[in-house]
């Protein structure tokens, strides 16, 4: 398959990529500073761009998303803005614009993460954000068929725990290989409106 990975030079899209390239797909690389191809997702007349430069494709997979992690007192209107401008509207805008480009029976594969499910202290932007990416792809999912969207919701990353593991007590990691294999089950299999938890 040809296949658009948003977000490749993060943690989460070098695993994917090599995941998904190491299968025989053939992936181009998409990100703001790097890839081969150089777009910004939060803005609308980004994401048309980079459909444009694309061309046709058989699957859009999607590995970034960003949000302010912040105490709920100091979260001001902004930004939860901030959450929905930067992992919600980029993500469905990728849905959104890329029906018309992508193959009749193509996929979408966005990110979401654990706290739409297991929320943590200054995490409420990013627990409402996952939570409207997830009810989103269920939504899309009645609406696009037979083209499909399905949505990868991952805990802490194992590769991460030194960093982010004291956010999340008790929680258990997921290798990373595990996540990536989500992502192939998203974009090789026949499932549409899931949200796959590696």
Known sequence: MRILLIGATGKLGAAVHKTLAGRGHEVRTVGRSAGDLRHD???????????????????????????????????????????????????IDLVRQGVQHIAERGSFTLITGVLSREPIPAGAAASMANGAVEAFVRAAA?????????????????????????????????????VAQAYVRSVEGAQTGQVYIP
């Open 41 to 91: 997702i939060t803005d609308p007349a980004g994401v048309a761009a980079l459909y444009a430069a694309a061309g046709p494709v058989d699957a859009v997979v999607s590995a970034a998303g960003d949000v302010p992690f912040k105490p709920l007192a100091d979260l001001a209107p902004e930004d939860y803005l901030k959450a929905f401008h930067g992992k919600v509207l980029s993500q």
């Open 142 to 178: 009645i609406e696009i068929a037979p083209q499909r969207v399905n949505a990868v919701s991952p805990s802490v990353f194992t590769e991460s725990l030194a960093d982010y593991g004291d956010s999340f007590p008790g929680m258990p990691p997921v290798n990373l290989s595990d």
